[in-house]
Structures are given as structure tokens and as C-alpha cells.
């Protein structure tokens, strides 16, 4: 009987550490990734070099809250390091070219680009991968011919 008591308290034991193990591996593994990635929709090549922000929402949240500013490479992507687990995201782009008024108060015109990537929403661990494309919308003027 008291044979059966040790082996039992080992067991116990043994699943305990186990079960604690687990745990603190999970809690250890490192935050996920967003990894956002432009392209422009008229020629299909990498928006490069614009000023891109990342959106969250949590699992509750009723809104998308902008969190982290980047640039996209020369490959049109930006990678956000370390996460939330569990949250969504996606990420959008704003560039401007032009605008203002020259010396004699003509209208120089103006290009106004954005794009949206989808939103999807992070696991545990790795990357998440989205995507968008950038329009433009001219507005002529005498600098800028659409």
C-alpha cells in the first residue's frame, strides 16, 4: 500500500513539472511578427520608401487603434518585431508628391496616394503576413499633369 502512495506521489509529481514545463516554454516563445507589404496598383512594383502605420484591435476592442510607425524597404514590406498574440492587425500607407501654389499663386497640383493592407489577426508565435496595394488621385495643376 505505501508502495502505491510513492509511486502515485511520483506520478503527480512527474506531471506536475511536466504541465509546469509546458507552461513556462509557451510563456517564453517569442512575441509574433506583422509583416506588411505594398505594391503599386498601376504597375504592380514595390511602394518603396513610404511612411507606413500599423493598426490593432484587440479581441474586445470596437475600434482600430494606430500603434507603430515604419517605412516600407525597397521591397515595398515593413516588418513589426513582437506583438500581441491573439489581436488583430493591418497596416496602411499615405504618401503626398506636390502641392502648394508657385510664385505668381498658380496651383502646382497634387498626388495623393494611399493603400490598405487586409486584417487578420495574429497566432502564438511567426509572422503575419498582409498585403495592399497604393493608388494615386491626381489633381492637376502646372507642375502636374495627370
Keep these: ?21 509546458n507552461s513556462a516554454s509557451a510563456a517564453s ?16 512594383g514595390p511602394a518603396s ?6 493598426y490593432e484591435a484587440s479581441p474586445t476592442a470596437t475600434s482600430w487603434t494606430p500603434i507603430h510607425p515604419g ?5 515595398g514590406c515593413v516588418t513589426w518585431i513582437g506583438v500581441h498574440r491573439g489581436y488583430g492587425y493591418h497596416a496602411m500607407v499615405h ?16 498626388w495623393v496616394g494611399d493603400g490598405y493592407t487586409n486584417a487578420a489577426t495574429t497566432g502564438s508565435t511567426g509572422t503575419l503576413s ?3 496595394l497604393v493608388t494615386y488621385v491626381c ?7 495627370c
Excluded: W
Excluded at 516563445?29 to 504592380?44: H, L
Design 139 to 145: 489633381r492637376p495643376g502646372v507642375a502636374i499633369t
Design 95 to 110: 504618401q503626398v508628391y506636390g502641392g502648394g501654389y508657385d510664385a505668381y499663386g498658380r496651383y502646382l497640383g497634387i
Design 130 to 132: 498582409v498585403a495592399g
Design 49 to 54: 520608401g513610404l511612411h507606413a502605420e500599423l
Design 29 to 44: 516563445a517569442p512575441a509574433p511578427n506583422v509583416k506588411a507589404c505594398f505594391s503599386y496598383a498601376s504597375t504592380g
Design 71 to 75: 517605412t516600407t524597404n525597397s521591397a
Design 1 to 21: 500500500m505505501k508502495l502505491k502512495r510513492i509511486i502515485l506521489a511520483t506520478i503527480l509529481a512527474a506531471g506536475t513539472l511536466v504541465g509546469v514545463a
